[in-house]
């Protein structure tokens, strides 16, 4: 992670810097400051490491104490860390540092409203691939600090099959038996299904995992009884996942229905920063 975190803040800071930053060069070079950042929305934390590094690329011997960590819940104008260092390098480093902060601090809020919605039911709250591009692992990151967790991380490290899979591969019962057939020991199958019906045909085929793509709350109650059913026959207990345009009025009901997941897309993509400032002391 200590690497990937190393690429985002250093072609971060190269798209801000480019040449150089010109109107740092109105401060002595040498100048020293202290400088508190506060937060103006009750929030969570997180980017603590993205938000250090982008001052220590620039400035090594920099020093950052902070007053809360990554998944800790922030209060209005509550003052999150004082930086010393370079005035040069804080100026320059100031702004890319805190648009990590206030992004991944945005995910981590958002999805802890959704888990906090949901509580007391056996469902958990997942991610999906629906990150900005070059960010996914930080923002998977802050999905698990607001307290949800990750589906996969990419192509690599599960089999989702979804409608133009299915369709392409001949079939439910044909797209998991292929996959059956090629997929690593270590990587999960899960297929989409988009009605009653293709349920009882993906649990006749032998899935383990389903994701319910856009059903309706008597859907899904169903599909939970059928997954019973089907358990009591089989001795299968099969994972059952809800997914599809699931706003936050609607959690709570569908993790009532007794699905075991549910993904939110607009965790990492409907996203409005968190409001951050820094200021010298």
């Known amino acids: 992670m200590r690497e990937e975190i190393k690429k985002n803040v250093s072609q971060a800071l190269a798209e801000d810097i480019g040449a150089g930053d010109l109107t740092v060069l109105l401060i002595p070079e ?18 603590v490491q993205w938000f250090e590094l982008c001052f220590q690329m620039l400035c090594p011997d ?3 104490e902070w007053f809360a960590g990554d998944g800790d819940r922030l209060a209005a104008q509550q003052n999150i860390c004082r930086i ?12 890319s540092a805190l648009n990590f902060l206030q992004l991944l601090s945005a995910v981590a809020t958002q999805t ?10 056996q469902a958990a709250i997942v991610d999906t691939r629906k990150t900005l591009p070059g960010l996914r692992l930080a923002q998977k990151y802050a999905v698990r600090c607001g307290g949800g967790a990750n589906h996969r991380l990419g192509l690599y490290d599960g089999l989702l099959i979804k409608e ?8 439910i019962r044909r797209a998991l038996e292929t996959a059956r057939a090629i997929a690593p020991r270590n990587v999960f199958i ?53 997914s599809g345009n699931i706003g936050f009025d ?20 409907n996203i409005q920063a968190v409001d951050l400032s820094m200021r010298f002391v």
């Open 250 to 269: 609607a959690v709570r009901s569908v993790a009532e229905t007794g699905v075991d997941r549910i993904s939110i897309g607009s965790l990492t993509k």
């Open 164 to 171: 133009n899979h299915i369709a392409a591969a001949g079939g």
């Open 62 to 64: 920099v020093s950052i």
């Open 190 to 242: 899960q297929i989409e299904v988009e009605s009653l019906q293709e349920l009882q045909v993906a649990l006749d085929a032998g899935a383990m995992m389903v994701l319910l793509d856009n059903f309706t709350l008597p859907q899904l109650t169903e599909a939970v009884a059928l997954r019973a059913h089907h358990a009591v026959k089989t001795g299968q207990v099969i994972s059952l996942e809800a």
């Open 84 to 95: 010393s260092g370079n005035a040069r390098a804080l100026l320059t480093a100031e702004r």
């Open 30 to 47: 040498r100048q020293t400051l202290v400088a508190d950042v506060v937060i103006r929305e009750n929030a969570v934390l997180c980017g």
């Open 112 to 121: 802890r409203r959704y888990v906090e919605a949901i509580a007391g039911t």
